[in-house]
């Protein structure tokens, strides 16, 4: 499946001008909402829309031996590095669509709020599949779309201004898009309600 450059440079530009805002928009993340993904980041560990790198500071040299975080927005990466990390990290600029890591590579793979953004989700998670080692894991934790009467399609009718002005979906099924990227479910967690879900698969 290709990328689609146009939509990812498009949202590229959105998340390079957000940069400088983005750690106050990002609040809405509770800090132990990241530390029950984080916490479970085991071995060598990539972690997928690495952002303004608010999740760098939890990662535990205890049980992570290396990180790689990786963003297609340099604006963002730029803040990431400023933001202090207690285990080996490595920054890069990739997209997640496109990964350039050898199958296999890495422990873990997890994501805070990033599949909301990627621009075909399943060719996201697909790539995070194929990069993680077959008895590793991926831990997503995720907004989705709420499968109730009213608030479900008010959602859907939302959701092409958010995406116009941010760059998030907020609309996105993404328990869904895991299985369809053939990735093998082993639970998801309710965070807040229905509405934000810690995913558990692996490869």
């Not at 909402?33 to 040299?61: C, F, H, M, S």
């Not at 894991?137 to 859907?156: C, F, T």
């Not at 369809?180 to 229905?194: I, P, Q, Y």
Request: with cysteine; proline share 6%.
């Amino acid at each position: 499946m290709a990328v689609d450059q146009s939509h990812t440079d498009s949202v590229r530009r959105k998340y390079n001008r957000n940069a400088v805002i983005y750690d106050s928009m990002d609040r809405m993340i509770k800090e132990d909402w990241r530390l029950r993904v984080i916490g479970q980041a085991r071995g060598r560990v990539l972690e997928l829309g690495v952002g303004t790198g608010k999740n760098l500071p939890l990662y535990d040299p205890a049980v992570t031996a290396e990180l790689v975080g990786i963003d297609f927005s340099p604006a963002m990466l730029w803040r990431a590095r400023q933001k202090p990390c207690r285990v080996p990290m490595t920054l890069l600029e990739m997209d997640a669509q496109q990964l350039t890591f050898d199958d296999a590579t890495f422990d873990t793979v997890l994501a805070t709020c990033v599949f909301c953004t990627v621009p075909d989700p399943v060719l996201g998670l697909r790539e995070a599949r194929r990069v993680c080692k077959p008895n590793g894991q991926i831990l997503l934790l995720e907004h989705v779309r709420l499968d109730r009467p009213v608030i479900g399609p008010l959602m859907d009718l939302l959701d092409p201004f958010a995406a116009a002005v941010t760059g998030t979906h907020i609309n996105r099924r993404t328990v869904e898009n895991v299985r369809l990227a053939g990735l093998h479910m082993e639970r998801v967690e309710n965070v807040k309600g229905d509405l934000v879900k810690l995913i558990h698969a692996r490869p």
